[in-house]
Each structure stands twice: as structure tokens, then as C-alpha cells.
């Protein structure tokens, strides 16, 4: 349902773009979400869009480095990320909810609100 991809080792201060292809059932009415996860870490929100306007919401300590874009024919979500440090280094996961609340984005940063989740692809960001 969902690839990621994109992932790499970069130096601290370089950039990477990160891919989410989705496709099947993964309904365009919902939205988005990248997650990360650092060795020995919970996983964490990073950022979400949604797939109708292009709303996009972001985790504090990604806000001003991250951009989240979608292309809606493509059915592919991306994160841009600039200016990494290496505590930017995690497992990268996109996620999917097939449904929009009227109170978003509240609960986007919750595992429980995503109905699929892809493989992940690991970012290493040296120092």
C-alpha cells in the first residue's frame, strides 16, 4: 500500500527528499504522515498533509527544515529535509488515514489515527 523511499547517509547540514508512494485503497479523501524512529526511541511525529488542499502540519523540531508536498496524480507524498542534524537520524515511515476529522489537525501526531503504514527507509545524518 505504501513505499517509502529516499533515505541515505548525509553530513550534517545536507539535505534529503524522502518519497511515499501510495496506491490501492488509500483513499484521497484522508491524509498523510511521516513518523521517525531513532534507535531505542518511541516513534515520533514529524509531519502531515492532507490530500484535498494541501494543509500540512508539522512536528516543532522539524518546523522551518521540513516541507511535506503531495502530488494528488502521482499519489505520492514527499518530505523535503534541509538543514539535517544528526539527531535527524531514524527510521523515516509514511502513514496513511483514510479519513479527515473536522477537528484536524488534532491527533495527527497519534500512531492510532493512521490506517496504514509503510516499510520505512533509514536516514543517517553524520556529523
Known amino acids: 500500500q505504501l513505499q517509502a523511499s529516499g533515505g541515505g547517509l548525509v553530513q550534517a547540514g545536507g539535505s534529503l527528499r524522502l518519497s511515499c508512494a501510495a496506491s490501492?485503497?488509500?483513499?484521497?479523501?484522508?491524509?498523510m504522515g511521516w513518523f521517525r524512529q531513532a534507535p531505542g526511541k518511541e516513534r515520533e511525529f514529524v509531519s502531515s498533509i492532507k490530500w484535498s488542499g494541501g494543509s500540512t502540519y508539522y512536528a516543532d523540531s522539524v518546523k522551518g527544515r521540513f516541507t511535506i508536498s503531495r502530488d494528488n496524480v502521482k499519489m505520492t507524498v514527499y518530505l523535503q529535509m534541509n538543514s539535517l542534524k544528526p539527531e535527524d537520524t531514524a527510521v523515516y515511515y509514511c502513514a496513511a488515514s483514510r479519513f479527515v476529522r473536522s477537528s484536524w489537525p488534532s491527533r495527527v501526531d497519534q500512531l492510532g489515527e493512521y490506517d496504514y503504514w509503510g516499510q520505512g527507509t533509514l536516514v543517517t545524518v553524520s556529523s
Open positions: 490501492g485503497r488509500i483513499l484521497s479523501g484522508g491524509f
